[in-house]
C-alpha cells in the first residue's frame, strides 16, 4: 500500500477523520471520528454501528459514567473499514457509547496507529500515513 496523505482543520479543536463503515449487506456508511493519541484502543459508537447493521439496536440503559464522556462495554470485529485511504478489514474495536454533544462515529486509537508510520504536519494541515 503507497502512503496516503489526509488533510485536516488546523482551526477545530480535534483532527476530524472521515472514514466509511461497510455493512454485511455491502452498504456503506461516510461517518467522522476523532484522531486520539491518548486512546489505545479504537472505539466505535453504537449507534454508528448499528446503522451500519454491525451490530443489534442498542441497548438505552447503556450510560456514560460520570467524568468520562464515552463508555466502552464490549467488542467486535469489524468485516471492512476504510480511513486515511487505507481499507483494514477483520479488526477489533470497542463498541461504546458516545456523548451526543461530540457528533462523532469513532475515536481512531493507537492500536490502528501501530500498523502505520504517521506524520502529523500541523503547518501544512495534513496526515501522512505510511504502511509498515
Given at each position: ?5 489526509t488533510p485536516f482543520d488546523t482551526k477545530e479543536h480535534h483532527i476530524y477523520i472521515p472514514f466509511s463503515l ?37 441497548d438505552a440503559i447503556i450510560s456514560i459514567k460520570s467524568g468520562l464522556q464515552t463508555q ?61
Open positions: 500500500m503507497p502512503s496516503t496523505i461497510t455493512s454485511p449487506l455491502r452498504k456503506t456508511e461516510e461517518l467522522f471520528g476523532i484522531l486520539d493519541t491518548g486512546a489505545p484502543r479504537t472505539e466505535f459508537s453504537d449507534i454508528a454501528l448499528y446503522q451500519a447493521g454491525l451490530i443489534k439496536k442498542p466502552k462495554y464490549a467488542k467486535i470485529v469489524l468485516p471492512s473499514f476504510e480511513v486515511l485511504g487505507h481499507t483494514i478489514q477483520n479488526f477489533e474495536v470497542m463498541v461504546s457509547r458516545f456523548d451526543k454533544a461530540w457528533g462523532i462515529s469513532a475515536l481512531i486509537g493507537l492500536d490502528f496507529f501501530k500498523r502505520f508510520r504517521v506524520t502529523i504536519d500541523y503547518k501544512a494541515g495534513h496526515l501522512v500515513t505510511d504502511p509498515l
